[in-house]
């Protein structure tokens, strides 16, 4: 799985943080690594220079192995707990969507074969 964190001109961290997103969002997506071949991070300071609640935001777009992105966003008041929380909405949309590809006894279903 390819991670790119791209961030705004008011988020700190710089390489420290873009490994520590890499290293969480590794760790927190393990068991979807044989389907996302790409995520995509956004960390944003909706205030930009002012401090307000909620005013960092992540975005995450999960690629697919033959399916269609995945992307769900969060917004917290530390860029942590905005990331930490994007992750988690995202490991649930993934799994509703994988989820959505197999029968209750784990087999493909109609579903999948009839979207590649």
């Given amino acids: 799985m390819q991670i790119q964190v791209n961030t705004d001109d008011h988020i700190q961290g710089g390489e420290g943080l873009a ?3 890499r290293d969480e969002a590794t760790g927190r997506l393990a068991r979807f690594k044989d389907y996302v071949t790409r ?11 002012k401090s307000g ?3 960092k935001r992540c975005r995450l777009e999960a690629r697919l192995a033959g399916r269609q992105p995945v992307t769900v966003t ?4 530390k860029m942590a707990g905005a990331f930490i929380s994007a992750v988690d909405k995202l490991a649930s949309a ?3 969507d994988l989820g959505r590809a197999k029968d209750r006894h784990g087999r ?3 579903r999948a074969a009839a979207q590649e």
């Fill in 19 to 21: 490994q520590w997103v």
């Fill in 39 to 49: 995520l995509e991070v956004f960390l944003t300071d909706i205030d930009g220079a």
């Fill in 74 to 77: 969060a917004e917290a008041d």
């Fill in 94 to 96: 993934l799994d509703t």
């Fill in 108 to 110: 493909d279903t109609i």
């Fill in 53 to 55: 609640v909620n005013d």
